[in-house]
């Protein structure tokens, strides 16, 4: 079942399990008025257990590209298209937020990014690895984020 994430009225339905349900939804509901405001696209999430195949290609992506694989459980994603870009999302128990951003076009841009809620360590996989920059938000309070470009196909 889906979950239409409101960014107006942000819950943590679906993130209770993280010790930072409360940062990491306020995440969730940055992301969704993003895609509302640029796009007009609602952005709705899935249950980890019936998202497994958007699970698998983030992960697939991570393990091929920089050999990463990510701790925490998954809590929630999703998958779309907006214009000619497929864009995925993770949610991860310990406030830990990827995003992949996959142009359909021969020489667009893609790109993994990953964003830490606020109150979230740096998880050791990604500690050595990237430098995070940090962004207020005023409905996810401070996030900080990084990402690395896409090389291969998929």
Do not use: C
């Not at 993770?90 to 021969?106: H, K, P």
């Not at 993994?112 to 940090?134: H, I, N, Q, T």
Request: glycine fraction near 8%.
């Amino acid at each position: 079942m889906s979950y239409l994430v409101d960014f107006n009225e942000v819950s943590t339905t679906g993130l209770e399990s993280s010790p930072v349900a409360a940062a990491l939804a306020g995440l969730r509901a940055n992301e969704a008025r993003y895609f509302k405001n640029k796009y007009g696209h609602d952005f709705t999430v899935q249950a980890a257990g019936n998202s497994q195949q958007t699970i698998a290609y983030v992960h697939r992506i991570l393990e091929k590209e920089r050999g990463l694989v990510i701790d925490s459980p998954p809590l929630e994603s999703t998958i779309f298209q907006v214009e000619n870009i497929r864009w995925a999302y993770v949610f991860y128990e310990s406030g830990l937020s990827i995003n992949l951003l996959y142009t359909l076009d021969a020489g667009g841009k893609r790109a993994v990014g990953f964003k830490l809620s606020d109150g979230m360590e740096v998880p050791a996989e990604l500690a050595s690895r990237f430098k995070f920059a940090r962004q207020k938000s005023k409905l996810a309070g401070t996030i900080r984020g990084s990402f690395f470009v896409i090389k291969g196909e998929y």
